[in-house]
């Protein structure tokens, strides 16, 4: 890019990254945090009528949605959902520190990509002179 749109160039990239990032966050992490709910959920409904054991078990707003329905053991289900719902965050989260890890780890062995030896700090091309960072967008 022309230096003169640099910095338009970088707060479409802060954005594409940023919406790539989630949606990757989403696609990787959730189905991890649901199997971890349902993982941990499924030793606390014990007792509980097969139905609402079943609802609980596709997720914590089902669960909480079902609570009023088995009376006394209401606050019983609550809590067990809570508490799945934690457990299979904590599982999630754990991983996403894993795969963070690992970029770190990798970013830090490979050191920067690029090519920042073409133009280095204060030897810019002459003016309107393509350089390495120019890049055609059509």
Do not use: C
Not at 68 to 80: I, N, Q, R
Not at 82 to 106: C, I, P, Y
Not at 120 to 129: C, K, L
């Amino acid at each position: 890019m022309p230096r003169a749109d640099q910095g338009v160039a970088s707060a479409l990239n802060d954005d594409v990254t940023r919406e790539l990032g989630t949606a990757r966050r989403v696609a990787l992490l959730g189905p991890l945090l649901a199997g971890g709910y349902r993982a941990a959920i499924g030793d606390k409904l014990a007792g509980m009528p097969h139905g609402t054991a079943d609802t609980a078990r596709e997720g914590i707003a089902n669960a909480l949605e079902a609570a009023p329905t088995v009376g006394g053991d209401a606050s019983h289900l609550v809590e067990a959902a809570r508490q799945a719902f934690v457990d299979g965050w904590q599982q999630s989260m754990w991983a996403g520190v894993a795969v963070m890890t690992a970029l770190l780890v990798r970013g830090a062995l490979r050191g920067p990509s690029g090519n920042a030896a073409a133009h280095p700090a204060g030897d810019d091309p002459a003016p309107g002179a393509p350089s390495a960072h120019d890049v055609t967008v059509r």
